[in-house]
C-alpha cells in the first residue's frame, strides 16, 4: 500500500455514510479501482468517468490525486469524494463521503461501485 495515499485519504468515522478503499473493516472498505498502464492515463479515464456523472464537480485535480463533490438532486446534500493513484499497486484508492447526517442508505458505496464499474468499461 502507498504511504502517500494513507497520508492523503483520511479515515472514515464509524458512522456508516463513508466507504474508503484503505478502511481497515468490512463496514466501510470498498475495492480500490484497478489499472494497468500509465497512472496519468488513468486518472485522466477517471476524470472522465466522474465528470459524466450528474450533478458533479471536480475541485481539485493534481498529478496523482483528485477531489470531487457531488450533490444529491432533491436535498442538494453534498458528498465528498478522494481518489489518489498508488502506481506501484496499480490501484486507484477511493474514500467517499457524506459531509452531513449519520446513514447515507448506501448511497456512496453505490457510487464507488458505480464508479469502477464506468471506469473498467470505459475505453
Known amino acids: 500500500m502507498n504511504a502517500a495515499a494513507t ?3 483520511s479515515p472514515c468515522p464509524k458512522s456508516p455514510n ?3 478503499s484503505l478502511a481497515p473493516d ?3 472498505r470498498v475495492d480500490p479501482i484497478r489499472f494497468t498502464g500509465d497512472p496519468a492515463a488513468a486518472l ?3 476524470r472522465a468517468v466522474i465528470e459524466a456523472m450528474p450533478r458533479t464537480q471536480i475541485t481539485r485535480i493534481d498529478a496523482d490525486s483528485l477531489h ?3 450533490t444529491s438532486w432533491l436535498l ?3 458528498d465528498d469524494l478522494d481518489a489518489v493513484v498508488d502506481p506501484d499497486a496499480g490501484v486507484i484508492h477511493v474514500r467517499s463521503a457524506s459531509r452531513v447526517g449519520y446513514s447515507d442508505l448506501g448511497v456512496n458505496r453505490k457510487r464507488v461501485d458505480a464508479i469502477r464499474a464506468a471506469f473498467s468499461t470505459a475505453g
Do not use: P, Q, T
Open 7 to 9: 497520508k492523503r485519504i
Open 18 to 20: 463513508c466507504v474508503s
Open 26 to 28: 468490512d463496514a466501510h
Open 44 to 46: 485522466a479515464k477517471l
Open 68 to 70: 470531487a463533490e457531488f
Open 76 to 78: 442538494r446534500f453534498v
